[in-house]
Each structure stands twice: as C-alpha cells, then as structure tokens.
T-cell receptor, first 116, second 113 residues
Framework: AQKITQTQPGMFVQEKEAVTLDCTYD???????LFWYKQPSSGEMIFLIY??????QNATEGRYSLNFQKARKSANLVISASQLGDSAMYFC?????????????FGKGTTLSVSS | SAVISQKPSRDICQRGTSLTIQCQVD?????MFWYRQQPGQSLTLIAT?????????ESGFVIDKFPISRPNLTFSTLTVSNMSPEDSSIYLC??????????FGPGTRLTVT
C-alpha cells in the first residue's frame, strides 16, 4: 500500500536560517508525483512544489527546493532563509492512481515554527 | 491554476442534523475530490466525484453518510448527514491540475455540538 511518512511532528528554526522537512514514501507505481503543501492556521492548503518521479533534477520554486532521492524514497523540503510567515503546518503528499482518478495521499504533517 | 470557492466557510451544527457544502470552480474540470481533515490530523480522501457518474468513495466512507452531487463540470456538493461531534472537521474540495497536482478550496470548518 502507498504511504507517506513525515517523522518530525515539529521543527523550530530561527529567521534567515535554512530548514529541512523530512518525507519518505512507499509506492509500487512506476510513475508518481510528490508534492509539498503549506497549511497556515487559516486552514487553506497552499501548493508549494512538485517533483515528478522521472524528473532528473530536483525541483525548485523560489526559497523552496525539493531534495529528491529516488533510491532512498525520500522527498525532503528545504526552505532557505526562513521567514516568520513560514510558520505553518507542512504536508508531504503523493499521487495515488486508481480507476476513479488520481488523488493524493498525505503524510501526518510537520509543524514549523520560525522565531525572530 | 483553478480558483475554487466553498460555502459555507464555517458552520456550527447540532448533532443529528445535516449540512450541505458547496464547491464552485472557475473552470470546467473532469474530476473533483472531497477531503476531510479532523482536528490535528492530516487530510483523508472521502470520495472522487466525476460529472455524470456516481462518486467513488474511499474505504470507511459511505454514500448514506456523505452523499455527493456533481451536476456539471464546475460544481459539486458534499452533504454530511446525521452529524455527530466526530464529524467536526475541515472539509476541503479540490480539483486536479497538471501532473496530478491538486488545487484546494479554502475549506469549510464544521463544528458539531
């Protein structure tokens, strides 16, 4: 069965420092996508970054980069130069294909707290 | 990316009653998804709703409890029936974007007393 594991319930970082949020996954699908979402206290889900399983290069989007290690089945999110506004819950997710369509399965999330 | 709106944004309901949540998308989409996020938990897929066919429910979710309508390519509703306090959650609809990504609505925060 497909599974996403986020082992860090909470992470703390100072402003302007970099932080890595861990994510490992398990799937038997030959093709899949990996995603990171940010959920602030308002509850909305904000898409941050995407990595395809066949992409050769790690994805980057501004201050976000995804450290994709396919052999280790890991897809860690790196946030550079943390800002106070980065304080939120972060979810790693993976595509799941079935007859109904392509949905996402989510990890349990990591709460990031950025201090000044 | 699609712009998704949900109504209501939040509600407080009494146990035993039902609430219908609306999801509107600004473009036509084939698939829409409904997720539940219980307090302090991750997102769990309730069902996939394709226009013109019955919704496909995930294990642990049944149509009698969470009936879904999908009358056209831009709209869907999820009803939470015969509510209990355990149904207190954020309910989110989403649509599929490129490469399997999903864009989420702002969510409906439901409290059942």
């Amino acid at each position: 069965a497909q599974k996403i594991t986020q082992t860090q319930p909470g992470m703390f970082v100072q402003e302007k420092e970099a932080v890595t949020l861990d994510c490992t996954y398990d799937t038997s699908d030959p093709s899949y996508g990996l995603f990171w979402y940010k959920q602030p206290s308002s509850g909305e889900m904000i898409f941050l970054i995407y990595q395809g399983s066949y992409d050769q290069q790690n994805a980057t989007e501004g201050r976000y980069s995804l450290n994709f290690q396919k052999a280790r089945k890991s897809a860690n999110l790196v946030i550079s130069a943390s800002q106070l506004g980065d304080s939120a819950m972060y979810f790693c997710a993976m595509t799941r294909h079935n007859q109904a369509g392509t949905a996402l399965i989510f990890g349990k999330g990591t709460t990031l707290s950025v201090s000044s | 990316s699609a712009v998704i709106s949900q109504k209501p944004s939040r509600d407080i309901c009494q146990r035993g009653t039902s609430l219908t949540i609306q999801c509107q998308v600004d473009s036509q989409v084939t698939m829409m998804f409904w997720y539940r996020q219980q307090p302090g938990q991750s997102l769990t897929l309730i069902a996939t709703a394709n226009q013109g066919s019955e919704a496909t429910y995930e294990s642990g979710f049944v149509i009698d409890k969470f009936p879904i309508s999908r009358p056209n390519l831009t709209f869907s509703t999820l009803t939470v029936s015969n509510m209990s306090p355990e149904d207190s959650s954020i309910y989110l609809c989403s649509v599929q974007g490129l490469a399997g990504s999903q864009y989420f609505g702002p969510g409906t925060r439901l409290t059942v007393t």
